[in-house]
């Protein structure tokens, strides 16, 4: 297991609770879906994973070691890509951006720039390395995000909302960037509460409502129940048919 | 937006670009502290070389006239009151208004020395990678005692890519409060208010995001440091720089 989840609750500063008794396992290379509305919790789940939220309750393993015990090496192991690319652009040009997690790491200069190629190569971005972040479209920006975790080498890379506000030609190239890291044995967890782009892909899917996980398995065999919670059913299962991938 | 990208580094290959940033930064300080002592020939010698300079690194004039254009009423404006404030014989009068040669030859002069400053200004900051400027800054206050050189530079780089989401921030929500007719209300004290506190709100929940995207990328003061290194050409340069500043100010 990469991920076991213990018991974990959360409460916010202000009271409320953000995550209510969460029990999850994540096996190694599976590519996962967790669902919900808008406020279910997934986020606040999210960034347990990595520490960036410490639970209330209960523990997060990352790899058997609790995530508390060592944060540096936990972060590097979970990637996380935001739901707003913008905010997580830390450097003035592209190549300065996908080198802060690695200079973060204290890596040689040699190793920084090997790590950097290679991620920009990645993604498709190898060619704008000097240009401006915040000049990016949309999907480069969210292309750029992938890259600067890829640069860490992570394990596991977690996305939260990765299709949010962008358009087809923007989603098909970061479901295909989701699909190429998943075949290249990354584990993959998916935050969304449109499930249409990615469902065809993954392996798992589990259902988060109120700061709790009501439902957790086959993304086909849950697909009847996914109103219930809020979600929009696919629309080809809507029609009976077989879902299909955005990418044919 | 892209009137801020057209005052920031653009890729190259030229001797400027290759050049060590230390070295660029004392050049930067010995140039401005020339200008401030060198007269019209020592002037128009600093430029020649500066335009050369920055011709030679592949940047088009043009393209940072348009940005820089606030600049020149500044300058304009500099222009004028000395013109108008120094003594000496009149060259125009209006009433107990007089416009001097002296005022005029000394405005021109100040607004020149100006230009050469922005011009060393700007061939720094086209030329040179946001991260090598950072480097330099921590490696120049690393033997200062008390002062955190990377704490500085980090900071230091941040407020560089945070100038761009400001902008933007500020351009959204213009056009968000004008799409809702606040031009309608006449009264600034609202009209900032409106304005303001908004801005100001969306810029720190901004900041909150960019401080947890840091930490999950493992920030840390005690991080890599982008690599400076300097060779014969550089202090060829600063031999040759040091000899156009005394040329210049004799």
Redesign the interface.
Known sequence: MIIEIKNVSHRFADGTMGLRNINLEIQEGTFVVIAGQNGSGKTTLLRHL?G?LMPTNGSVLLAGMPVSKNL?WS??MVG?V?Q?A????????V??DV???????????NE?ERRVFKALETVGLLQHK?Q?P??LSGGEKRRLAIA??LA?EPRMLVFDEPFSSLDYPGVKSILSQMISLHRAGHTILVAAHDLEKVIAHTDRLVIMKDGKVVRDGLPSQLFGELEAFGIREPCASRMGMEVYSWLK | MAEVSALSFRPGNSFLHRMDVRFKIVFVILISLASLKARGPGLFMLTSVLMMGLIHAGLHLKSVLKPLRYVFFFLLFVFMARSLSVPGSSVIEFKSISVTREGLFDGAMVCWRWVVVIMTGLSLILTTRPSEIRAAVEWSLNPVPLIPGKRMATMMSLIVRFVPVIFEQTGETLAAQRARCVENRKNPVYRLKVFGIPLMRRIFERADKLALAMEARCYSENRTSPRLSSDVWDWLALLGVVGLCIITVL
């Open positions: 990595n960036l540096a972060r590097q996380m935001f707003d913008d905010s997580q652009i830390v450097g003035e040009t190549y300065d080198a802060f997690g690695p200079e973060n790491l204290c890596l040689e200069h920084i000097d401006k915040h000049l600067g975790v860490m």
